[in-house]
């Protein structure tokens, strides 16, 4: 197995933006929500916060937990990318190297955004 260091950084990336988009963006929230359960709590201000936790037993259960966790999920994407990798590499280098892009322009993005605030 031989992987070059720009190949890991690519992968790594890949890694990063794939685990971002199961565990925490809104796009992908119906894969997460078979799993997970919504509870209403009103903060200090009176105003109602939604928050998702994973379902109590089963399969459900471990998945939500799983789906939760940006440490866990990001195992599980990284074993599946590296397994696509090897099985399938037609379409390894396209959806990696677009996760990557987009993973380095969320990085960027929330560089700006931290500068912007003052």
């Known amino acids: 197995m031989d992987i070059s260091w720009l190949e890991y950084i690519i992968f790594s990336m890949a890694v990063f933006r794939l685990t971002r988009l199961l ?3 809104q796009i992908t929230e119906w894969i997460r929500s ?3 359960d919504e509870y209403e ?3 200090d201000e009176g105003k109602t916060e939604v928050y998702l936790l994973p379902k109590e037993e089963g ?3 471990w998945m939500g937990a799983l789906l939760s966790c940006f440490w866990c999920t990001g195992i599980w994407v ?3 990318l590296f397994l696509m990798r090897y099985y399938i590499p037609v379409l390894y280098k396209p959806v990696v190297i677009v996760l990557a892009v987009a993973g380095l322009a969320a990085l960027v993005e929330t560089w700006i955004q931290s500068k912007n605030i003052e």
């Open 23 to 25: 565990v925490y963006d």
């Open 59 to 61: 399969l459900r259960g």
């Open 41 to 43: 709590e009103k903060n």
């Open 34 to 36: 078979p799993f997970m």
């Open 78 to 80: 990284s074993i599946g």
